[in-house]
């Protein structure tokens, strides 16, 4: 069994935040996997289903972003699992919009999401970076990743995000270079 945890906030002012990829992402692939219904645990929203042969629990944690980790943690000690079997989806502002790359543990850089996790659980987990670019000065960053995404992003948003569940086979097998491959030639098209 697996644990993927889409970060975001909950409430829908948020919905459509960058800062917010992560909840899309989850979502996305709930309902192209054809995951069970939504259930209200570990102070957030899950979902169990299959992808790849594996089962995974799609956990969206409700505790706002900079207490992600308690979630999490709460979930991984309820199914006596390790680091390894914990994929996080997040935006990433290292990245181009759109670009997606995967890693195994690195440091938080400043996205408070991670930061907790790390505190509540170690840094050793499997990071799904979902791009949303750089607003270009360090003083616009809080305004950007907690703003909406804009109308002329839609199209590369859904792309990603379509992407990115149609290939989350190859994650759910560890194959974390050929799912990042697969889904840049998916973007291309």
């Not at 259930?39 to 929203?45: E, I, L, N």
């Not at 790359?101 to 499997?126: E, M, P, T, W, Y």
């Not at 948003?157 to 697969?182: C, H, I, P, Q, Y």
Request: proline share 3%; with cysteine; net charge neutral.
């Amino acid at each position: 069994m697996q644990l993927w945890v889409g970060l975001g906030n909950p409430g829908p002012k948020y919905a459509m935040h960058r800062h917010n990829v992560g909840f899309m992402a989850c979502d996305v692939m709930a309902d192209m996997h054809g995951f069970g219904p939504v259930q209200k645990k570990f102070q957030g929203w899950m979902q169990e289903g299959r992808i790849g042969g594996e089962r995974i629990m799609l956990l969206k944690p409700a505790t706002f972003m900079n207490e992600s980790g308690r979630s999490v943690g709460e979930a991984m000690r309820f199914f006596k699992l390790e680091l390894d079997a914990i994929t996080v989806f997040h935006d990433e502002l290292d990245i181009a919009p759109f670009k997606v790359k995967v890693k195994v543990g690195g440091g938080h850089a400043g996205h408070n999401g991670l930061r907790s996790i790390d505190q509540h659980c170690g840094a050793d987990f499997r990071r799904v970076r979902l791009g949303i670019g750089h607003p270009g000065h360090k003083d616009r960053v809080h305004g950007y990743v907690l703003g909406n995404y804009a109308k002329a992003e839609m199209d590369g948003l859904t792309d990603m995000l379509a992407a990115v569940s149609a290939e989350a086979d190859w994650l759910a097998k560890g194959d974390n270079a050929r799912f990042m491959s697969d889904v840049a030639l998916r973007m291309q098209d």
